[in-house]
């Protein structure tokens, strides 16, 4: 490169042949002779001297500078070249530091891309689908536009609004996983998200979800007749009617075995006459259709839809007042004096799921193996022998699961934002280590919570 700069540079010098500068000449030149004055004359500036080089080292073969006009150009070449290093010296220096930036950008990308987001560590996100995403954004926008300012007054005034059952029942969010009779047909994994959100904002609304769709849909989709589904379930997906479910009584909750409350059949009218009394119901106060359960003569538990229109004055639902939690559900008892229930409200339900104990028992002390167990197990699914209250309760139980780690997302965002900004002792509380502590096992307790519903909810999906 210097070499092509010093070829150009000698193309552009000016041929001024009077005038020569000692030293830059070749020692064989008669100009070495010339007197100190002569030289002053010559080099006024005492050029020579600045350089402090040979001609021969910049430009090669020297020609002199023979008149200012000369020295002009010399200085134009020699900024050029000055220019040119400057050149290279500056992408010496810009290369490394355009390298630096690059990466700089590149690590922040890939920072991005694996940054830890406390909100949903194991990605739950991307194990969604479209729609299961879609469904759930729409009902979250619901919850927080809708529900959430409503929630309040509800919580200090103990006050169910009727209202948003069927906002819900628009909204395609009741008995969502059904197929047919008005429902939107989801996947078990969005009605948890539905869950999810709802409860986000009010465990009382997810529990008046939760009995509407698991448990008053619910036994009516899984034990219902043809007939039975085509007459209850499209006003109940829509919110128009309201269910409740039946089954905890005063004297039995967990041991709902030893129910008390009897069905007795009349077989000249082809009535059941229903007489006991349930507790603790959520809905039941305002509910139209009431799913009961109760023990026939031959001692079996069986399902019945009861229709307050049709029951009249021979029921009644209080209301349980002064709650502690869940105050914006309401809550009741079912109290029966001679219900009549037609025959053709009958739920094609039999048992809790002792039957199936029973059964297994047998095959267990005789010879036991995987293939007749399996069959048995079949034979009693297609018998509906195993179902009844508790299979609805199972998917109740379900939604509650994601519902309640709505609820804890709630909580741990409430705390988290409580934390950073409140000030003690000059700083955040959140800068404690044990506050963190709380909130990082919250986080962590939450994000393997939601991993589990969504396996179960993927199974469920798959009949596993
Ligand atoms: C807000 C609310 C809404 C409800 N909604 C409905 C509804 O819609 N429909 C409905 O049918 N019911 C409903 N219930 C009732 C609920 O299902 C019962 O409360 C529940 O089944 C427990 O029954 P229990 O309250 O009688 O408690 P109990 O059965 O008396 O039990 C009391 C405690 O003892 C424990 N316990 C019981 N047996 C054992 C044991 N063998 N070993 C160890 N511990 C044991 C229990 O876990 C519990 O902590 C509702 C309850 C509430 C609070």
């Given at each position: 490169m210097l070499g092509r700069f010093r070829n150009s540079f000698r193309c552009g010098m000016p041929k001024c042949p009077t005038i020569r500068i000692p030293g830059m000449?070749?020692?064989?030149?008669?100009?070495?002779?010339?007197s100190a004055e002569e030289l002053e004359d010559r080099d006024p500036n005492n050029l020579n001297q600045h350089l402090q080089v040979m001609w021969d080292d910049v430009i090669g073969e020297p020609e002199g500078i023979r008149s200012p006009e000369c020295a002009w150009r010399l200085s134009g070449h020699c900024f050029r070249l000055s220019r040119g290093c400057c050149y290279v010296l500056l992408s010496v220096l810009i290369a490394p530091l355009l390298a630096l930036c690059l990466g700089f950008t590149f690590a922040c990308l890939a920072f991005q891309v694996t940054a830890f987001n406390w909100e949903d560590p194991f990605e739950l996100e991307s194990q969604l689908t479209q729609d299961e995403i879609l469904m759930r954004d729409q009902f979250r926008t619901y919850c927080q536009e809708q529900l959430l300012p409503r929630v309040i007054e509800a919580n200090r005034k103990e006050h169910f609004d009727r209202e948003i059952m069927r906002q819900m029942g628009q909204l395609g969010?009741?008995?969502?996983?059904?197929?047919?009779?008005?429902?939107?047909?989801?996947?078990s994994v969005a009605y948890g998200l539905l869950a999810r959100e709802i409860e986000n904002v009010d465990s009382g609304y997810r529990s008046a979800l939760s009995v509407q769709s698991s448990l008053a849909i619910g036994a009516i989709y899984m034990f219902g007749s043809d007939a039975q589904k085509e007459r209850f379930l499209p006003k109940m997906v829509s919110g128009e009617k309201i269910g409740c479910f039946g089954l905890t009584e005063p004297n039995h909750g967990s041991d709902i075995g030893a129910m008390e409350t009897r069905a007795i059949y009349d077989s000249d009218k082809k009535v059941y006459k229903l007489n006991g009394s349930k507790t603790w119901i959520t809905n039941s106060p305002i509910a139209d259709v009431l799913i009961v359960w109760a023990r026939c003569d031959d001692g079996q538990i069986r399902g019945f839809i009861v229709e307050r229109e049709v029951a009249g004055d021979r029921l009644s639902t209080p209301k349980i007042e002064g709650k502690f939690s869940l105050r914006s559900s309401i809550t009741g008892m079912i109290l029966m004096d001679n219900v009549i229930v037609p025959e053709e409200n009958l739920l094609n339900v039999q048992g809790l799921r002792n039957i199936l104990k029973k059964k297994l028992m047998t095959i267990k002390n005789g010879v036991v193996t995987r293939d007749r167990v399996l069959h048995s197990l079949g034979y009693l699914i297609t018998e509906n022998l195993i179902k009844g209250p508790f299979s609805c309760l199972n998917n109740a139980r379900y939604g509650i699961a994601w519902g309640a780690l709505g609820a804890a997302e709630a909580c741990l965002k409430i705390a988290r934002s409580y934390t950073l900004e409140r000030k003690q002792f000059k700083r955040p509380l959140a800068a404690n280590q044990l506050v963190q502590k709380k909130l990082a096992d919250m986080m962590c307790d939450i994000a393997i919570g939601l991993q589990a519903c969504l396996r179960v909810g993927r199974l469920k999906d798959e009949n596993r």
């Open positions: 000449e070749k020692p064989e030149s008669s100009a070495a002779a010339e969010v009741l008995g969502c996983t059904m197929k047919g009779y008005g429902a939107a047909g989801v996947s």
